[in-house]
């Protein structure tokens, strides 16, 4: 257990110059890093609370993908947040090493001192960007990212990125929500979603300004399934399925990087 300030795998590469970046909710990096720094402290039971305790369960599921790693093999877990699909991770793949990264260094503070709570040794905490990720290409045997990937600021980018750190035959996994369908659950849900939600969040934690207005608004823009699917597929993975969970609230996508040629 561990906390870096950046990776000693490899540098970042600088950004190139170019448009501004937005994710899907329309935000730029450095309004996202401030958005979730406000939000650090509470962010873990506003998880729990406001998914009724479901986000356990979902990364839980994410990480049954890595039955079989070994002690030789390392996992990246991107837009880590305070690390828990990492300790998820770890739990699937106990022998594996464990490597988890964000941009917020508030947020990453908070990753060792859980860590030590429950005495998960092998989760390495660093800081470091999704779109400019401090690791090796094919350096790992699998990367994930649990409701993080619609936060970046270019989707496309980001899935590169993750594609470039797995070894070839290993596995990319996304845990992101979704807007589910159905003619009743669908509009139930999206009406809690815009509405209860973002009043709960704010009540709960009133630092976190427009974070839990933001959160719906950026799922309602975010890609669907099969626009997700293929942009996976244009990213260089291959057998890519989409996995519904909890009516289709949150997918999870899970692809394998195609040998090299």
Not at 159 to 181: D, I
Request: net charge positive; aromatic share 10%.
């Amino acid at each position: 257990m561990r906390y870096h300030p950046a990776m000693p795998e490899a540098a970042a590469p600088a950004p190139s110059a170019s448009a501004p970046l937005t994710n899907a909710g329309g935000k730029s990096p450095a309004e996202v890093r401030a958005m979730f720094a406000r939000v650090a402290r509470r962010y873990d039971f506003l998880n729990h609370f406001l998914s009724l305790g479901l986000d356990i369960r979902w990364r839980k599921r994410a990480a049954r993908e890595l039955a079989g790693l070994t002690a030789a093999d390392a996992v990246a877990d991107l837009c880590t947040g305070t690390g828990d699909l990492a300790f998820a991770f770890k739990r699937a793949a106990p022998e594996s090493k464990v490597i988890a990264i964000d941009f917020t260094p508030e947020m990453v503070a908070y990753g060792p001192k859980k860590a030590e709570r429950k005495r998960m040794a092998g989760v390495s905490f660093a800081i470091g960007d999704a779109l400019h990720i401090p690791l090796r290409d094919g350096s790992v045997a699998a990367a994930g990212v649990a409701f993080g990937i619609r936060n970046v600021g270019n989707l496309d980018a980001g899935l590169r990125e993750l594609a470039r750190v797995v070894r070839p035959g290993g596995k990319v996994l996304v845990l992101e929500f979704t807007k589910p369908g159905g003619w009743f659950f669908g509009p139930l849900y999206m009406f809690y979603f815009r509405w209860i939600l973002p009043l709960l969040g704010r009540a709960i934690s009133w630092t976190a300004g427009d974070a839990y207005r933001y959160l719906p608004q950026s799922v309602q823009a975010f890609a669907g399934p099969e626009e997700m699917s293929g942009r996976m597929r244009a990213a260089g993975l291959s057998d890519v399925r989409a996995e519904a969970l909890t009516f289709g609230t949150v997918h999870l996508y899970v692809a394998v990087k195609q040998n090299a040629p």
